[in-house]
C-alpha cells in the first residue's frame, strides 16, 4: 500500500457507523483516558443510523449513570430522550455468587464455591456468559461495550479454556466422589446433582464460544482504542493492538482524546510546554499506525455530563476537530 493510500483513512469514525454489519463494538483503553464518553457519544451517533443499540458497561466503576445523569442496572433500560438507545452496567463476577446463592443444596452450593476458588477467573467466565445468553435473547442491532481498563479487556478470550478447565474438574470430582454424592444424597434425601452444574457449565462455554467466534469475525466485530498523548497511554495502546492482533479481534480506529490547542498568542507556559509534548507522542501515533483511522478530541473546558453535551461531543467523532489557527 503506498504513502497516499495510508493518507485516504478519514480521520473519524464515521467508518464504525457506516459498516452496517457490524454487531458487537468494543471500547477500551487505559483508565482515566475518556472511554466511558467515547462509548457513550459512539451510542448516541449509532442510534441515529440503527434500528436499536445497546450500551453495556462492564467496568465495575460503572460510569454510564454518570455521563448520562440517569440511573442505570444490570437491565436494559432505555435512555431518557432516546426511542431505540438502551444502557445497562453489569458487574461481571456478582453472577457465580448469585449462583452459589441460588443453588438447591449445600451440595451443589459447596461445588460452585469449589470451583470458584480453584479456577482463577471462572467467576468473570460465568458472568460473562450469563450476560452473553441475556444479550442474545434480545434483539439488539448492534452491541456497545464500554470496557474495563486495559487488564481486564481482554479476558473474555480466555473464558471458553477458563470454562473448559471448569468442566474438567467438575467431570473429575463426579468421577470421583458422584457415587458417593449420590448415595450420601439418597440417604439425606437431597438431590446433589452434579450434571445439573455439568450442564450449566457446558451450556455456558457453548454460549462463550459462539460469541467469541463472531468476536473474531471483522465483519461483526471492532474494537476502538481509546488513549491520551502520554507516554504510558501510547504504550497501553501498543499492547492493547498486539494482543488484539494475535487474539484475532480487529482493530483500525485509535481515538486520541484530551489534546490541548493553545491560541497562538496564548501567554500560559505550561500549555505551551504539554502541547508541544502531546505534539510528540501524537507523531508517534500517526508512524505507528498510518493504517488506522485517528481521530482527535479537544479538551474541553467543561465535563461532558448529560444527553445534550453527549450529543455535542459526539459530532466530534464524525467530523474531525479543526485546532484553532
Known amino acids: 500500500m503506498s504513502d497516499d493510500e495510508f493518507q485516504a483513512l478519514a480521520p473519524s469514525l464515521q467508518n464504525v457507523i457506516d459498516q452496517k454489519s457490524l454487531q458487537w463494538v468494543f471500547v477500551g483503553g487505559k ?3 475518556g472511554k466511558t464518553t467515547t462509548s457513550s457519544s459512539l451510542a448516541v451517533q449509532m442510534a441515529a443510523a440503527r434500528k436499536s443499540v445497546l450500551l453495556i458497561s462492564t467496568d465495575p466503576a460503572h460510569n454510564l449513570s454518570d455521563a448520562f ?5 444490570k437491565d436494559p433500560t432505555l435512555v431518557s430522550g432516546f426511542d431505540n438507545l438502551y444502557c445497562m452496567e453489569i458487574d461481571p463476577t456478582s453472577s457465580i455468587q448469585e449462583m452459589i446463592e441460588s443453588a438447591d443444596n449445600s451440595a451443589m452450593n459447596s461445588i460452585m464455591q469449589d470451583l470458584a476458588f480453584a479456577i482463577p477467573g471462572v467467576d468473570e467466565a460465568m458472568g460473562f456468559a450469563e450476560v452473553m445468553k441475556l444479550v442474545k435473547s434480545m434483539e439488539y442491532e448492534v452491541i456497545i461495550f464500554d470496557t474495563a481498563p486495559t487488564g481486564h479487556t481482554l479476558r473474555f478470550l480466555s473464558f471458553p479454556t477458563v470454562l473448559e478447565k471448569a468442566l474438567a474438574k467438575v467431570s473429575q470430582l463426579s468421577g470421583r466422589f458422584g457415587p458417593m454424592m449420590q448415595q450420601m444424597s439418597g440417604m ?4 446433589a446433582n452434579h450434571e445439573d452444574i455439568f450442564a450449566k457449565l457446558e451450556s455456558m462455554r457453548a454460549v462463550i464460544n459462539e460469541v467469541n467466534t463472531q468476536f473474531q469475525d471483522p465483519d461483526k466485530t471492532t474494537f476502538v482504542c481509546v488513549c491520551i498523548s502520554e507516554f504510558l497511554s501510547l504504550y497501553e495502546t501498543e499492547r ?6 494475535n487474539g484475532n479481534i480487529d482493530t483500525h480506529n485509535i ?3 484530551q489534546l490541548l490547542f493553545p491560541p497562538k498568542d496564548s501567554n500560559c507556559d505550561q500549555c505551551q510546554v504539554r502541547h508541544k509534548m502531546q505534539q510528540k507522542y501524537l507523531e ?3 508512524d505507528l499506525y ?6 482527535l478530541l479537544p479538551l474541553l473546558t467543561t465535563e461532558v455530563r448529560g444527553v445534550e453535551r453527549l450529543k455535542a461531543f459526539s459530532r466530534l467523532l464524525l467530523e474531525p476537530f479543526q485546532p484553532p489557527k
Do not use: C
Not at 445523569?69 to 442496572?73: C, E, L, N
Not at 492493547?240 to 492482533?245: A, D, F, G
Not at 498510518?290 to 481521530?295: A, K
Open 69 to 73: 445523569g440517569q440511573k442505570f442496572s
Open 240 to 245: 492493547l493492538v498486539q494482543e488484539l492482533t
Open 31 to 33: 483508565g482515566g483516558v
Open 255 to 257: 481515538v486520541v482524546n
Open 188 to 191: 439425606m434425601g437431597v438431590n
Open 284 to 286: 508517534q501515533i500517526f
Open 290 to 295: 498510518e493504517d488506522f483511522h485517528v481521530t
